[in-house]
């Protein structure tokens, strides 16, 4: 399928969070204009092939009015009780000819016997609910959470499982096959195809569609070992799915608005993750209207622009095709030709025992080209172990590009160049290679937008590529269009805020598409009043966690104080300031040792009276997400001090903050 997506819509979309504690009110899920088809539409017209809804997520609301549990859109204002998200989204599916899949969450903090037997059965009643009255299905979504403090029906307690046995996975799983044979099954594990190991959507390079799942720790929620690259020599068939969202979160926040990921970013993930012979998952939140919101809308349209403009035209169409190995004759059913003509029945193959062969095209012109695409015949599987690019140059050969897996489908970027012939060297396969396609593109030719730094005192700099470019740009997260401020040179921005810019030439068809970069307080005269665990001597200083300088960050001496408590660090603003959040970036050359996942905020405006902040206390999904954690107040709180209190880490380890900051705005 290559392409399809998430949808992330429940209790979590008014509330805030990305992972609900459980013991939310129903009677907060009252979107003002749901609209499925606009999300459905929105999807296929990206050329996704089919849409996973989280119909329950951690937090146990489900999107259907289940028989088994009261926590349901049953209970909510929305349409009187009477509406089902997860029958609209599945009738929208197929109005618009694409596939609807579940994500089921197996965590549920707020049934009552999570953790015990009767909850999988639960589990398991509503997976076979939800199978038997919304499918067709093309997947069934687990995800590896599973278990940690949570509400569970009012006991507010911390619940633990054995991931390998409570859900007795090949018992469920069995259920899955019988209710809907046809449909996918993702987990870290399969049994389907496999998680990439990152919410990146990044897989790896190699990325082998094989893992080994001879191995007792291969379950959903168990071993990552592998994933993000597949394991050659694996004993199942295992593709990768790179998910990955539009936003920072999964599900839609306001504040995310300005932070959607631009068509270049998400042209360059789908070369790293289609690209790479997997599938790319994109994720698509609706906002608490329940409809995608219009920057969502545009990152998408702009993506599937580019996509189409790009593989339009094979620039290598009508081309011969001369092979230096053909299984059998030269002109029969699996010649050089066949690598070419577009069809993906048809494909090149050599006679068995040639595992090393060229195939060369001759190209009808001198096409301008900077994308390669090459294809294996999946049928026989995935042969070839690697192979080299060459273009023909000023008389001689010259490697374009190289690499090892292809799979399903293998994307080669790089410089834009001329050649009247391209030639493909198979270096190494386990079996004769059998190659379906071997084609050229081009990308269109667009503006690179600007960068957006800003210096130790607070001063943003903006730089573009030409010389000749203008740069215009806002600094309340409004689009920079030519009306908008024309760049002049560096601004003061010490109090933080959003600063988007976009470049233009003059005679130029379009400008580049805006950047965008989201910055808090300055911190130059910010000053480190105490920290824990700094023992004289350690090059992790506490400074580090405020010097603007994500390399360097501050890693603390253990992963408790000296006295048992957990590890606290106390920070003078300089100022009295009116704090509308705070911002963690963990320190991502450690991770994820020292990520922390659990924290407290204390705020004072005199560093001896202290309140606590009005925050969860916890960074939801950060063990597979390690991204700048961005966390609002409810409203604005007064504040000259501010002690960050790392109750935890993952993997019981010392702590690290690569940054903390705090926002105004």
């Known amino acids: 399928m290559e392409f399809y997506g998430f949808v992330h819509f429940t209790m979590n979309t008014f509330t805030g969070l990305e992972w609900g504690f459980g013991d939310e009110d129903p009677a907060l899920f009252n979107p003002s204009a749901f609209d499925a088809d606009q999300i459905v539409r929105a999807a296929a017209e990206a050329g996704m092939q089919g849409l996973i809804l989280t119909t329950k997520h951690h937090d146990g609301f489900c999107l259907w009015p289940s028989a088994f549990t009261e926590h349901s859109v049953k209970r909510s204002p929305w349409k ?37 037997p009767e909850y999988v059965t639960y589990y398991r009643n509503q997976l076979c609910e939800l199978l038997d009255a919304y499918g067709p299905v093309f997947m069934v979504w687990l995800d590896g959470a599973n278990g940690g403090a949570g509400y569970y029906g009012g006991a507010r307690e911390t619940r633990t499982i054995d991931r390998s046995t409570y859900y007795d996975w090949p018992a469920t799983i069995a259920l899955i096959r019988e209710r809907a044979p046809e449909a996918m099954i993702f987990s870290d594990a399969g049994p389907d195809c496999r998680w990439v190991g990152n919410e990146e959507g990044l897989a790896g390079d190699p990325c082998w569609a094989t893992l080994d799942l001879d191995r007792p720790d291969r379950f959903p929620g168990g071993s990552n070992e592998g994933l993000n690259s597949g394991v050659r020599s694996g004993n199942a068939w295992l593709p990768a799915e790179c998910d990955v969202s539009i936003r920072p979160g999964w599900f839609h926040h306001p504040s995310e608005d300005v932070r959607v990921k631009s068509p270049a970013q998400l042209v360059g993930i789908y070369h790293a993750s289609v690209g790479r012979g997997a599938c790319l998952n994109l994720n698509l939140p609706p906002d608490r209207s329940g409809r995608l919101h219009a920057n ?21 169409q009508g081309a011969s095709a001369e092979a230096s190995h053909t299984r059998g004759p030269a002109d029969g059913p699996f010649a050089g030709v066949r690598a070419v003509d577009g069809d993906p029945e048809t494909y090149w193959c050599t006679d068995d025992g040639v595992t090393c062969a060229e195939l060369v095209r001759h190209l009808p012109s001198e096409p301008r080209f900077n994308v390669v695409s090459l294809r294996e015949y999946l049928p026989l599987g995935q042969r070839i172990e690697a192979f080299a690019v060459d273009i023909w140059t000023d008389g001689a050969w010259v490697e374009y590009a190289s690499g090892t897996s292809i799979g399903n489908r293998r994307l080669l970027r790089g410089a834009a160049v001329t050649a009247a012939k ?31 730094t800003r ?41 933080g805020g959003i600063v988007r810019a976009r470049v233009s030439v003059p005679g130029a068809a379009a400008g580049s598409e805006a950047r965008t970069a989201v910055f808090g307080v300055c911190k130059s005269g910010w000053r480190v009043v105490s920290a824990t ?50 911002s963690y970036l963990p320190a991502l050359d450690a991770a994820p040792a020292g990520v922390i996942d659990r924290y407290e ?15 969860t206390g916890e960074f939801a999904n950060i063990a597979a997400n390690p991204i700048e954690q961005w966390v609002r107040f409810d409203c604005p709180r007064p504040a000259r001090y501010v002690r960050f209190v790392a109750l935890h880490a993952l993997g019981d380890t010392a702590p690290a903050i690569a940054e903390l900051g705090v926002t105004t705005h």
């Open 80 to 116: 009187d009780g009477k509406g089902d998200v997860v029958r609209e989204m599945a009738e929208a599916c197929r109005t618009h000819g694409i596939r609807f899949g579940i994500y089921l969450s197996p965590w549920d903090r707020n049934h009552a016997a999570y953790g015990r």
């Open 296 to 316: 969502d809308l545009s990152a998408l349209r702009g993506f599937r622009r580019f996509l189409d403009e790009t593989f339009a035209t094979d620039f290598a």
């Open 601 to 615: 905020l204390w705020l004072s405006a005199d560093g001896h009276a202290w309140e606590r902040a009005p925050v």
């Open 533 to 582: 665990g700094s023992a004289p001597g350690l090059p992790w200083e506490p400074r580090h966690a405020i010097d603007q300088s994500p390399g360097t960050p501050w890693i603390a001496d253990g992963a408790l104080a000296s006295d048992g408590k957990p590890h606290a660090l106390v920070i003078d603003l300089g100022d009295r300031l009116e704090l509308t959040g705070f």
């Open 422 to 452: 391209v030639r493909l060297r198979i270096l190494a396969a386990a079996a004769c290679p059998a190659v379906r396609e071997f084609a050229l593109f081009a990308e269109p030719v667009v503006l690179e937008p600007p960068t957006i």
């Open 455 to 495: 210096g130790w005192h607070g001063e943003v700099t903006l730089q573009a590529t030409s010389a000749a470019a203008r740069i215009h740009y806002t600094t309340d997260g409004t689009e920079p269009d030519e009306g908008a401020r024309r760049y002049a040179g560096p601004f003061p921005f010490a109090a």
